[in-house]
């Protein structure tokens, strides 16, 4: 006996979702401990040096096994005709319509939507890795041509893209109307105090993450030093220059430290001096 295991993150045209893989995930690991032999089939676009479904002739297995998400679709029903000398169960799916050739064309089918069955990603370990808040400078035309923002921004989200953690776009404007932005800077802050680290080129991105008790992984976007070196210097808090955005190495020794340090909000700045000439303009 040998199974391939498939799902919506093995075609090509499909997706994985988080919910998906972790179901995969799941009925890999049931294989594994009951001593069947398995091979997973994923997208080229998910995982392009993986087993693909072209990479799965046939006679190599004597069961398909598609697990979790809709079982209908020309996609669903290719299974079917390409894998029809194996024996073909859904496990953790949605069946849409009983009769359709998606789902009749399956020899067993184990639904999640029974009303009955959890979702099959509920028996699937995971592991925490850090939560990183991303906040990005937009352009600022008043540094001219000393601004170096798309080069960084390109340099510093690739590296974070390799990161294994959960990143989370944050952005500091605020607007009522928009669900997906915070309407109130408490709001921002409170959102911004639930991340692990906070990686930035904007300095409000630093001050906010340090005032929420967030270490600040921050990246000046300007040549030779703007705003958030400035800013960086005023609060003691180390700031990495637009000319070294590429050194990967010091943007993870960066990260590292900042995963291991506490962070104490700094102090807050006087206002003494703007409330003294104000009041002796009375």
Do not use: N
Not at 176 to 187: G, I, S, Y
């Amino acid at each position: 006996m040998r199974v391939l295991l498939t799902g919506w993150a093995s075609f090509l045209h499909g997706e994985a979702t988080a919910g998906d893989v972790l179901s995969l995930r799941a009925v890999g690991a049931a294989l594994a401990r009951a001593g069947i032999g398995h091979d997973v089939a994923w997208s080229p676009g998910f995982r392009p040096g993986a087993r693909h479904l072209p990479d799965a002739p046939p006679s190599e297995y004597t069961h398909v096994v598609f697990a979790c998400g809709p079982v209908h679709g020309p996609q669903v029903r290719s299974l079917h005709e390409r894998y029809a000398s194996c024996r073909r169960i859904a496990v953790g799916v949605t069946v849409p319509d009983p009769e359709d050739p998606a789902v009749t064309g399956f020899h067993r089918i184990f639904p999640r939507d029974d009303g009955v069955t959890a979702d099959l990603s509920l028996a699937a370990t995971v592991s925490t890795t850090p939560v990183l808040g991303v906040v990005l400078a937009p352009h600022q035309p008043e540094y001219g041509g000393a601004g170096r923002h798309d080069d960084v921004h390109e340099a510093l989200t690739g590296w974070v893209a390799g990161l294994d953690c959960a990143r989370v776009p944050l952005d500091t404007r605020l607007a009522h109307e928009d669900w997906e932005r915070c309407a109130t800077p408490d709001q921002f802050v409170s959102l911004v105090s639930k991340m692990d680290a906070v990686v930035t080129t904007r300095l409000h991105g630093l001050v906010l993450g340090l005032k929420a008790g967030v270490p600040v992984v921050a990246v000046d976007p300007v040549a030779g030093g703007g705003k958030v070196t400035a800013q960086g210097k005023a609060l003691g808090w180390p700031v990495v220059a637009a000319e070294d955005v590429a050194d990967t190495a010091l943007l993870d020794a960066r990260l590292k430290w900042c995963l291991s340090t506490a962070v104490e909000p700094p102090p807050a700045p006087s206002l003494a001096g703007l409330v003294a000439e104000l009041a002796g303009s009375r």
